[in-house]
């Protein structure tokens, strides 16, 4: 984020000419760094966007290994958790 602010800053610049050609403003910065810089934002908005369903399905096949074994254990709860532990009687079915 903070590469992708430092290009912002000089594009919002009211010093900066509108006539300043792109080339020049890129100078300045390194394109590599940029292009990871917007990859990691890009990742991050999606997962914003779309919640934690795209990181829960990269992570499916070790969730599917070990969920069962998870699910077996002897859960028990205070009083007030009953909604809960009813909830996992219907995940283990």
Same mark, same amino acid.
């Given at each position: 984020?903070? %590469?992708?602010?430092? %290009?912002?800053?000089?594009?919002? @610049? ?5 006539? %300043? ?8 910065? @390194?394109? $590599?760094?940029? /292009? ?5 934002? %890009? ?10 369903? @795209?990181?829960?399905?990269? /992570? $499916?096949?070790?969730?599917? /290994? ?22 996992? @009687?219907?995940?283990?079915?």
């Amino acid at each position: 984020m903070a %590469t992708l602010i430092a %290009t912002g800053n000089p594009l919002r @610049d009211p010093e900066r000419s509108p006539d %300043t050609p792109l080339a020049t403003l890129l100078e300045a910065l @390194d394109a $590599s760094i940029l /292009r990871e810089a917007v990859a990691i934002c %890009t990742a991050r908005h999606r997962v914003e966007e779309r919640g934690e369903i @795209d990181a829960l399905r990269a /992570r $499916s096949p070790g969730l599917r /290994r070990y969920l069962p074994a998870f699910y077996a254990w002897p859960f028990q709860g205070a009083p007030g958790s009953e909604a809960l532990l009813a909830g996992l @009687d219907v995940v283990r079915q």
